[in-house]
């Protein structure tokens, strides 16, 4: 099964503790569908101008990405600025130009619009409705969303919660939607909003998932050196949605194994810069961590 | 197996945002006892004053805890109070009276000399090191410490640590410790210090135990309402050592279970003050919770 995500591409200058880059690719779009395109097939709906280097447009072709929804239009590609913390967790927004992406309106081609594994990255609920209005009978939709948008569009945000079944959150996105700081009393208000399940990120302590009845809990994969953590949830998410649409399967056992991949692919993308590590990444690697991750986390293993 | 725990005993009055308590029975060794004497029989080392009261003995002694080691003597027990911030992960100490644990000096009986699962919980590093003095060929030794004696007697902790084989510590001691922000980094310095084990308690974000050659990691049982923080620590280590002597097994697969039967018990203490859920407690409470633990952290599962 092939998989649609519509989102934001981006360049990216970071800083982090360990050095800093200028101009990389980046953009939730972009992690997702790098990460997701390990398992399946992936459609990208997105904008960029048209200083959108033909090498990035030929990396994204050679990992199987469909940019046929990519639209290129005049101007610049819209631009991120951020410096890190010592600690990590923390950074601040040095510099945002949103460029073409500030007039962005998905427009779903016809060969998108059958498409039954849906991401709809962090962008403006209102814009997330849109895609969903145009797909004929998606079957697993996913969704991301971020403060911005909880803060100052949380009608629209509430309306689209109501439409879909995965809703994808950090821990502090969580509580700022839910109200509440508990993280079980938030997601269990998160899935009284519509979702059928909600996996909540927790940065280096992993990833929790709660449905009406159930509750998975893995930590992160333990690393020595985070070098950027930019873009690790988008590639969490891609890996996670990735996994799903390649098993063509929703049901419990199938989600937990998605969150594990999920969790492997967003342990790989931060141990260099941007999405430098997922541009030498192998099948090869990712199942051997996988595997490392199933001994980290069995309480019957040794 | 029996197990020997050396430790303080306090009464403890506790504000968190739920309530308050005054003079509740606490105290590392208490919280440690308590717990492990689910498992296996223990013996406290401890000392209280000439005001604590035979209802408190009686309760030790109903759960199987031999106080032939505790020595009371005249004066009052320690006592501690504080009060948890809304974001419980936050305390303020608003009260500290050592009294009769200010002298405390462990004197180890023939009976316990041969003793062969033993925890040093957080006492000052030269009456732990007194404690392995006085022991004929202890087979597992866990200790404790904190930030007070990370900052103000670290060499004495050091050569402590090249005679213990499990460290609990938690996350920020272990940074303190080690010097060390990332957890990986930390823990392989901590492990060069001397332990073969060091097991990092992360709260609310679980255990993770690192060896020179393995790493296991489990999230803390996910909780709609932690009502008091107090004593989750030491009873954690009072699950784990407990079902380590119940097993007589310390392997790598005992060592998970041991940890899983810790968080279990940690997420039991927290749900009322002080250690008053461990004393209606049952076995078959345990059991049920070990069981869901598993079903939340199984990959497999479903």
């Given at each position: 099964m092939s998989i649609l995500v519509v989102g934001s591409v981006f360049f990216d200058s970071i800083e982090t503790p360990h050095g800093k880059v200028a101009r990389a690719l980046g953009g939730a779009a972009t992690y997702f569908s790098v990460a997701a395109s390990f398992f399946a097939p992936v459609q990208m709906v997105a904008t960029v101008g048209d200083d959108f280097p033909q090498a990035e447009i030929d990396f994204l072709s050679r990992r199987g990405?469909?940019?046929?929804?990519?639209q290129k239009r005049p101007g610049r590609t819209g631009f991120w600025a951020g410096r890190y913390h010592e600690d990590m967790n923390q950074r601040d927004t040095l510099d945002l130009q949103l460029n073409v992406f500030a007039d962005f309106k998905p427009q779903l081609a016809a060969s998108h619009r059958a498409a039954q594994y849906v991401f709809l990255a962090n962008i403006d609920p209102k814009l997330q409705a849109m895609v969903l209005d145009q797909?004929?009978?998606?079957?697993v939709v996913g969704c991301d969303t971020m403060n911005h948008w909880i803060t100052g569009s949380r009608g629209d945000l509430e309306q689209l919660l109501g439409r879909v079944g995965i809703l994808v959150i950090n821990d502090e996105e969580a509580r700022l939607l839910s109200g509440e700081r508990n993280v079980v009393r938030a997601a269990r208000r998160l899935l009284s909003m519509g979702p059928k399940r909600v996996l909540i990120k927790r940065g280096e302590y992993g990833v929790i998932q709660f449905s009406a009845d159930s509750v998975f809990a893995v930590p992160a994969?333990?690393?020595?050196?985070?070098?950027d953590p930019t873009g690790a949830g988008d590639t969490f998410a891609g890996g996670f949605m990735g996994e799903l649409a390649r098993a063509g399967d929703a049901s419990e056992v199938a989600l937990r194994r998605a969150i594990v991949y999920g969790s492997v692919m967003a342990s790989f993308v931060v141990?260099?810069?941007?999405m430098n590590r997922l541009r030498t990444l192998t099948p090869d690697d990712i199942e051997r961590r996988y595997r490392q991750f199933v001994s980290l986390t069995d309480i019957n293993g040794a």
């Open positions: 990405v469909d940019l046929s929804g990519l797909l004929a009978a998606p079957g994969f333990p690393l020595e050196e985070v070098f141990e260099d810069f941007g």
